[in-house]
């Protein structure tokens, strides 16, 4: 992939099938995928380009330029604006924009007509980050400048300051009409301290503030890298110029609006995580709240980025040892533990520096005893019992940090942290572990979830239990876009971005997982060699669709090779050398879309195949289809996490068989059986559910994944087909909404 390289005309084109997005969700409006923003959309202020085309924001003290402050925005030039280009301005007393021709299109701050100049142009034809930073004196200010989060000049020039009662306005100017923008604007801020160039860079590819109440109680500005944060317009939601820092909200004027799209190298990344710095007081605190009162059985899970050294809490309850509700850690050496009352048990090692799915479940097993079990990347790792008794406490919830040790705070990266209710399955965990909580179709009884989405703000249903960066201290925790973003220069698909989670939001719901047969088989890939997975779908329908998910980690997407091979034999590359230097393929392959190398990392919420699938030249979707990623030589170890199809935008092979609803869940024997090689399995379904039914060997092994989706109420057929399968006995199970049945069946050849 070559270094961001998009022209006016590509860019023009995807701009012109863009929809403005309500506040409402108007189900009418196609919607994009990502997690960030508080709508599950990643907007940009686009629209522009005319006099009288701005964002209005009314007046108030706070927009005054401080003593000392800053502004930053991202902004894509399409041309330069020879009248100068507006990005902020307040009243005539302050104007932040790109200048015209004769101050060569730099970056300037003109204060009372005093112009500070960066030393450069400001880029067209890219997505560029510019800030502006500056300490007010008499008789002379000094203004920095920052370009791509590098130092771009500064100039200490004899100038005044004033306030004014005008409005602030982003992307145009009032009082000139013509100083707009031709282009589009992101993520404008405005601080109260002068911010230094290492300062902006690190938190330049993440959005801020974007959620309902998101700084209540200064939740977020208590923190070290957001204390002096006044304001953050985020462009994520239309209707209105929404801030959830401190509610300043404005309006749009003259047709400009937030637009949607699946933007090619747009700055912000559709998928956000938090990190912590491993110190005592970088940690999240949450109310506390009888929800975690688990006493009966629950399950805690995250995805989570270990740096050495270690002796990492995740998350834990309890203000000493003894009275600890729950805490999920991972030990130094990369062990996987769990500690319920005054007791803890442990199975596993995560493997330091690289994303890893963590889950543990606990229910009661009679006697005093608790039955834990432990999976990592979907995989099943042991079950233990656990002899203790677990204490109901009002202490608060503490993420990242456990309070009776001051040794044991989480060094690393964090994402999707979720707390449920009972014992998870192995088959709900596979179906969640990918999708993103904001997606809305979370499979089982969601307590609470935190996706560090630019805000704490917990997800699910439970009230109350926001998170905070209030800990009494310095807080150096931060939201992060990659786990190199403290890398300066333009994006561009070097940068390595967190492959952990994916909303594939669509009208009319979200397809992911429940329409696609998914597997998590966690195989390792080391340079110069090549895995294999393979996924049966059964039934026997005409194919008019077909969408693969793909998740794979690698240091360096530029060295896989990923094809899809069909029941008929033909293969397609998915990817092949083409997904750029960055970290990890995190997305859904459909034709149609824009090419994966259009984007920079995570890639996409949805992008084209390499070589278009064309249904893989008409063949029946039933039977095997075989993945292989190839990871060339020379490059760093990778591995395949998690993927799936989605057929005709639904997994085959569920008939209903009659409309007749029933009273009960249930599960029948397969006829014929024994059988060779098609047999019949019918269930009933009494309301709407999402469903799974799997067929297993005599080790426990999962062999076909027969159904997994969300079914009404009534009576389904499906017809399995074992041609691909030895002799031998072999168990299906049915699973939904609590209900689980399981039935042997044996196949002779």
Not at 522 to 532: E, I, K, S
């Amino acid at each position: 992939m070559k270094r961001l390289k998009i022209t006016v005309t590509i860019l023009l084109m995807i701009i012109s099938i863009m929809f403005s997005y309500s506040q409402d969700n108007n189900p009418q409006v196609p919607l994009t995928g990502d997690s960030y923003g508080s709508g599950s959309n990643n907007g940009i202020l686009a629209n522009l380009g005319g006099a009288g085309r701005y964002c209005s924001v009314p007046h108030n003290t706070i927009l005054n330029p401080a003593i000392t402050g800053s502004v930053e925005a991202w902004i894509y030039l399409t041309t330069y604006n020879e009248s100068t280009s507006c990005i902020v301005q307040k009243g005539s007393t302050f104007f932040f924009g790109v200048g015209s021709n004769g101050i060569n299109h730099k970056l300037f701050i003109n204060t009372n007509g005093t112009v500070f100049a960066s030393n450069d142009a400001v880029p067209l034809n890219r997505w560029v980050h510019v800030a502006a930073s500056w300490l007010q004196g008499s008789p002379n200010s000094l203004v920095t400048f920052t370009i791509d989060g590098i130092s771009n000049g500064a100039q200490s020039l004899a100038s005044t300051w004033s306030n004014n009662s005008d409005s602030l306005t982003i992307g145009g100017s009032r009082l000139i009409p013509g100083a707009f923008i031709n282009g589009f604007v992101d993520e404008v801020r405005l601080w109260s301290t002068t911010r230094s160039a290492s300062e902006i860079a690190r938190t330049r590819f993440t959005g801020i503030g974007d959620g309902p109440a998101a700084n209540q109680s200064s939740a977020l500005t208590t923190n070290e890298d957001y204390k002096y944060l006044l304001a953050s317009w985020t462009f994520n939601l239309g209707g209105l110029v929404y801030e959830d820092i401190n509610n300043l909200v404005g309006v749009f004027r003259g047709g400009t609006a937030v637009q949607f799209t699946n933007i090619p190298g747009q700055p912000v990344p559709y998928n956000l995580a938090m990190f912590f710095p491993g110190n005592i007081n970088s940690h999240i605190r949450v109310p506390n709240n009888s929800a975690f009162n688990l006493t009966g059985g629950g399950t805690i899970e995250a995805w989570v980025y270990c740096n050495l050294p270690g002796g990492y809490t995740v998350i834990s309850k309890g203000t000493t040892q003894a009275n600890t509700t729950f805490r999920l850690y991972i030990q130094g050496s990369g062990l996987v533990s769990m500690q319920l009352g005054n007791s803890s048990v442990s199975a596993g090692l995560v493997q330091f520096q690289k994303w890893n799915h963590v889950a543990v479940s606990w229910t009661g097993a009679g006697g005093g005893n608790y039955s834990v079990k432990f999976y990592i990347n979907g995989k099943f790792i042991n079950q233990q019992l656990l002899a203790t008794s677990i204490p109901i406490t009002n202490d608060p919830l503490r993420i990242g940090n456990l309070q009776w040790d001051a040794n044991n705070n989480f060094n690393g990266y964090m994402d999707e942290l979720r707390i449920w209710s009972r014992e998870m399955t192995q088959i709900e965990i596979i179906a969640n572990m990918f999708n993103s909580t904001r997606s809305q179709t979370l499979i089982g009884p969601l307590v609470a979830s935190w996706d560090f989405e630019g805000n704490l703000n917990n997800i699910s249903s439970t009230a109350g239990i926001n998170g905070s960066f209030n800990t009494g201290a310095a807080n150096t925790c931060r939201f992060s876009g990659y786990l190199n973003e403290t890398t300066t220069g333009p994006v561009s698909d070097i940068f390595d971005a967190h492959p952990t989670t994916i909303n594939r939001k669509e009208n009319p719901s979200n397809p992911f997982p429940g329409g696609f047969s998914l597997k998590a088989p966690d195989l390792t890939v080391p340079a110069g060699t090549t895995v294999y997975d393979t996924i049966n779908i059964p039934g026997n329908v005409s194919m008019n669709a077909v969408e693969v998910f793909l998740s794979v980690q690698q240091p360096s997407i530029s060295g896989i090779i990923a094809k899809l091979k069909a029941p008929n034999g033909q293969e397609r590359s998915l990817v092949s050398i083409n997904g750029g230097q960055g970290n990890g393929i995190l997305t859904f392959f459909k034709d149609g879309n824009s090419a994966l190398s259009s984007f920079n990392a995570p890639w996409s919420y949805l992008a084209a195949p390499y070589q278009a699938f064309n249904l893989f030249g008409l063949t029946s979707p039933q039977g095997n289809w075989v993945l292989s990623v190839q990871n060339t030589t020379g490059q760093p170890e990778g591995k395949l996490l998690g993927w799936g199809i989605r057929i005709n935008n639904s997994v085959t092979g569920v008939e209903p068989v009659s409309g007749n609803v029933p009273d009960k869940f249930s599960l029948e024997q397969n006829y014929p059986n024994p059988f060779n090689p098609v047999t019949s399995i019918k269930f009933s379904v009494p309301n709407e559910a999402d469903v799974k039914l799997t067929v297993y060997d005599l080790l426990g092994k999962e062999v076909i994944l027969l159904v997994n989706e969300r079914l009404s109420a009534g009576n389904y057929k499906v017809e399995m087909d074992g041609s691909g399968l030895s002799s031998g006995t072999y168990f299906y199970k049915l699973e939904t909404n609590g209900y689980s049945s399981i039935k042997k069946m044996v196949l002779i050849k």
